[in-house]
């Protein structure tokens, strides 16, 4: 069974095809959504599914012109065990909205404190700030998806019982075995992050990380059985 804990589908040129794929083969997808809104419009359809999720997110980068939305993070929250796709972005594009992030970054993990949802998290160049956060409001079962940020961060995630979500690109990319060696194997998880990375085969992934499938069903039932 292939695992795909970050996964866009809603952003794809036929979400139907895509997930009924995945429903039909018995693989698990969950979908990141980057509003609340868009996860509103694909609630009610993907209640029918068993192996397709649905996660309610608000991106960082969407953050400043959408902060309007926030409140319906709340409502929505109630709907579903994964949250994402969440964080900060202070890449170079980004930074100018760093305050405004940070501010609905909190808001958000207000919500979630004391809740036991799967949570998945962009940190692009936020990394250490991220991290912070997630202490200052005990965040529990937070999944680091396509971590870039420091070497020796990696370690301290590691020890608050948080997982790594892998892709195929990041398998063949020198700075992302740097990161993958540093991450222990009942750590690790799957994603594709398509339709926008390109390089998202998971079944490519898991022969570039010398893991077996099994070896992530696992690491994923530990983590599902936490938040039971
Ligand atoms: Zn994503």
């Not at 083969?25 to 068993?50: A, C, Q, W």
């Not at 109630?78 to 900060?88: D, H, K, M």
């Not at 980004?94 to 949570?119: A, F, M, V």
């Not at 998806?145 to 070497?151: N, R, T, V």
Request: glycine letters at 6%; a negative charge; hydrophobic letters at 35%.
């Amino acid at each position: 069974m292939i695992i795909d804990t970050h996964c866009h589908y809603d952003m794809m040129e036929s979400p139907e095809d895509y997930i009924n794929k995945v429903e039909n083969t018995g693989n698990i997808v969950i979908g990141m959504t980057n509003l609340p809104s868009h996860f509103d419009m694909g609630y009610e359809y993907i209640r029918k599914y068993k192996k397709v999720r649905l996660a309610l997110g608000f991106h960082p980068q969407l953050a400043d012109e959408h902060k309007d939305e926030l409140s319906l993070f709340a409502k929505y929250l109630g709907r579903t065990s994964y949250v994402g796709e969440i964080g900060l972005d202070f890449s170079s594009e980004y930074i100018s909205t760093r305050d405004i992030q940070i501010s609905c970054l909190k808001h958000i993990l207000e919500e979630l404190q004391g809740k036991n949802k799967i949570i998945s998290l962009h940190s692009r160049r936020a990394e250490k700030e991220l991290f912070s956060l997630l202490l200052d409001y005990n965040i529990k079962n937070a999944i680091f998806h396509w971590y870039s940020g420091p070497l020796s961060l990696i370690p301290e995630i590691i020890s608050q019982g948080y997982y790594f979500s892998i892709n195929e690109a990041m398998t063949l990319s020198t700075s992302g075995k740097k990161i993958i060696e540093k991450i222990p194997k009942d750590r690790i998880l799957t994603e594709s992050d398509a339709p926008f990375n390109h390089k998202n085969d998971i079944a490519s992934a898991l022969r570039n990380l010398g893991l077996e499938e099994n070896q992530i069903e696992k690491n994923f039932r530990l983590l599902m059985q936490r938040i039971r």
